[in-house]
């Protein structure tokens, strides 16, 4: 197919509004997902009901193995990608540094951080002209955290998103002349339920009060930038950084 994109945790929340507007604008979607299988396919029958094309694979980011069978699945069941959402990322419950211990850090930064460079790893392979491919788009999904530090939450969390923020950098420098585009969303308080994995499920409504626009945001808003970020009316965008914050 033309348009492949890849979708990590594109089960729920930003992930799932992501796989959808893709498939409205023409992609065929792996909706990648970890556990919650249910949601998952609740994504791709969604998709189909609209005339669009999806498959659910379950890969956990946080394994190699599961990375590279993921790439492997979407080359034979949709063929090559062009676009990769890294998207799937995960927060713990809401403490200061002193209160967290190593394996917390590792499961965030593991997931976060290393599940992004080791799917972006695998598009390269696929992507890049210096490999044969016919190049193609990244968007990694960072967070306002990066920014503003996440202080009495999840300091880790942002820390995790501030790699983000320089793997993008370096990344998009690293492969623009072999046809790759790199950039990153930065969503602000956005209605879904990592909030919940915080210890917080209505986080947003505490937290909307600081909000320029006095709201919080819907995962479509962030979708919308993201597929601007992978379309071809983003061609000489590279390693940019789109804020969907409501102005904060
Ligand atoms: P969410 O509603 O909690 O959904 C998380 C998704 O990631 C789910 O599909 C989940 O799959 C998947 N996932 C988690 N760990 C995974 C793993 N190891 N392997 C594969 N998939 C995994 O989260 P969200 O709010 O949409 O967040 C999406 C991204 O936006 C994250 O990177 C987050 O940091 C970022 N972000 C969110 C906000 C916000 O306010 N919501 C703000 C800034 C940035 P399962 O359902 O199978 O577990």
């Given at each position: 197919?033309?348009?492949?994109?890849?979708?990590?945790?594109?089960?729920?929340?930003?992930?799932?509004?992501?796989?959808?507007?893709?498939?409205?604008?023409?992609?065929a979607?792996?909706?990648?997902?970890?556990?919650?299988?249910?949601a998952?396919?609740?994504?791709?029958?969604?998709i189909?009901?609209?005339?669009?094309?999806?498959?659910?694979?379950?890969?956990?980011?946080?394994?190699?193995?599961?990375?590279?069978?993921?790439f492997?699945?979407?080359?034979?069941?949709?063929?090559?990608?062009?676009?990769?959402?890294?998207?799937?990322?995960?927060?713990?419950?809401?403490?200061?540094?002193?209160?967290?211990?190593?394996?917390?850090?590792?499961?965030?930064?593991?997931?976060?951080?290393?599940?992004?460079?080791?799917?972006?790893?695998?598009?390269?392979?696929?992507?890049?002209?210096?490999?044969?491919?016919?190049?193609?788009?990244?968007?990694?999904?960072?967070?306002v955290?990066s920014?503003?530090?996440?202080?009495?939450?999840?300091?880790?969390?942002?820390?995790?998103?501030?790699?983000?923020?320089?793997?993008?950098?370096?990344?998009?420098?690293?492969?623009?002349?072999?046809?790759?585009?790199?950039?990153?969303?930065c969503?602000?308080?956005?209605?879904?339920?990592?909030h919940?994995?915080?210890?917080?499920?209505?986080?947003?409504?505490?937290?909307?009060?600081?909000?320029?626009?006095?709201?919080?945001?819907?995962?479509?808003?962030?979708?919308?930038?993201?597929?601007?970020?992978?379309?071809?009316?983003?061609?000489?965008?590279?390693?940019?950084?789109?804020?969907?914050?409501g102005?904060?």
């Amino acid at each position: 197919m033309e348009k492949v994109i890849i979708v990590t945790g594109g089960s729920r929340g930003i992930g799932a509004a992501t796989a959808s507007l893709a498939a409205q604008q023409g992609y065929a979607v792996c909706v990648n997902y970890r556990h919650n299988q249910a949601a998952a396919q609740q994504v791709v029958k969604s998709i189909e009901q609209l005339g669009g094309y999806a498959i659910a694979i379950a890969a956990d980011i946080t394994s190699e193995a599961d990375i590279i069978q993921l790439f492997q699945t979407v080359d034979e069941q949709l063929g090559t990608v062009t676009a990769l959402v890294n998207n799937a990322g995960i927060l713990e419950q809401q403490m200061r540094v002193e209160q967290m211990d190593a394996a917390r850090l590792h499961r965030v930064f593991t997931t976060n951080v290393m599940g992004s460079f080791l799917c972006a790893r695998e598009a390269i392979k696929r992507m890049s002209t210096q490999h044969g491919g016919r190049g193609g788009a990244i968007v990694n999904v960072s967070s306002v955290a990066s920014r503003l530090g996440s202080p009495g939450e999840y300091v880790d969390y942002a820390a995790s998103k501030g790699a983000i923020d320089a793997m993008t950098v370096g990344l998009a420098k690293e492969v623009a002349a072999e046809g790759i585009r790199v950039n990153a969303v930065c969503p602000g308080f956005i209605y879904t339920d990592i909030h919940a994995s915080g210890g917080e499920p209505n986080r947003v409504e505490r937290v909307k009060a600081f909000v320029p626009m006095q709201r919080g945001g819907q995962a479509k808003e962030v979708a919308q930038a993201i597929l601007w970020l992978l379309s071809d009316e983003a061609s000489y965008t590279t390693g940019g950084f789109i804020s969907v914050t409501g102005g904060r």
